[in-house]
């Protein structure tokens, strides 16, 4: 029985990295905005930088009761892990710019979305943006 359950918290560890979007809130080709209570984002934008790289840019107009910001990355629509993190240290009515670079794709067609955790630990998640590499 031991080793049974030793396999299965293995596997619950090994999955508790990605988030299944079994119908995505939205989708965006090039600018995504989302905007809650909470935080707002303007223009996300992902760009080939290098060989197997993207570098995934976006701005927060304000950024209130949110303590991390995560970058998360697919090859498709319905399974998303996070790639990146950002720890929030303090409220923000100022624009705020953020840049993460992405060197472990694992497609021709890479989807992104952010995930911001509140400083209550509740998660949003925003609409996703695409990007075909060659």
Not at 63 to 83: G, K, Q, V, Y
Not at 96 to 114: A, E, H, Q, R, V
Request: hydrophobic share 35%; net charge neutral; proline share 2%.
């Amino acid at each position: 029985m031991k080793k049974f359950l030793l396999i299965f918290l293995t596997g619950i560890n090994l999955v508790s990295c990605t988030k299944n979007v079994s119908t995505p809130s939205g989708a965006a080709n090039q600018n995504v905005f989302f905007q809650n209570a909470d935080v707002a984002v303007n223009n996300m934008i992902a760009v080939p930088t290098a060989a197997n790289s993207i570098t995934v840019s976006f701005s927060t107009a304000f950024e209130h009761n949110i303590s991390r910001i995560e970058l998360m990355s697919s090859a498709t629509t319905n399974t998303f892990c996070t790639t990146q993190t950002f720890d929030v240290t303090s409220n923000s009515s100022v624009e705020k710019n953020y840049s993460f670079s992405d060197s472990n794709l694992k497609g021709n067609t890479m989807y992104y979305m952010l995930r911001f955790k509140d400083t209550n630990g509740n998660w949003s998640y925003s609409p996703y943006l695409s990007l075909h590499v060659n």
